[in-house]
């Protein structure tokens, strides 16, 4: 199993995506928070799914999450599948308790290359402004990214072009894929 971590706007969903075109399977944790937002009939904003994300977390602990991927990745026939959307630490032990020889890879990118791509993005969940994504860094902080990310075995910095980072990212996930 492969993990991926890093800030909001780092390049996580690129690097789900490239893996994807590669045959790998992806578990979104980001959809558990999604569905539990929707079961309770909030709309899909960046308040919203943060405060259903915090209140999963409070409730149920900081791996409540990740809690609910694992039968999720389980269920998933195929020799490797990657989880995007780690948010802290707690998530990180878990998968490496509950998935002999997980992979964890980090994705860096610089809060200004981050803030233009969070403007340019258009997801329902983001709100365009550099404050606003600052509000999500110390967010998600509060839930042990920093920590998870400094626990990485793999780190991608994603500074260049989106081409250096496609083929970055392609080499890194054919050399974990065949590490045994």
Known sequence: ??????????????????????????VVMGDVVREETQKAGLPPTDENLGAMAQQMRRDEGMDAIARRCVPRIRSVDA????VDGIRGDA???????????????????????????????????????????RERDLREAAWGLDRALASADHVLENAGTLGEFVLSSRELLRKISEDP
């Open 1 to 26: 199993m492969i993990g991926v971590v890093g800030f909001p706007a780092s390049g996580k969903g690129e690097f789900s995506r490239i893996a994807g075109e590669m045959g790998v399977p992806v």
């Open 91 to 133: 998530e990180v032990r878990l998968f490496r308790e509950e998935f002999p020889g997980f992979v964890l890879v980090g994705i860096q990118a610089p809060f200004a290359e981050r803030a233009a791509r969070f403007s340019k993005r258009g997801r329902e969940d983001d709100r365009d402004t550099p404050m606003a994504l």
């Open 79 to 82: 020799p490797v599948v990657l």
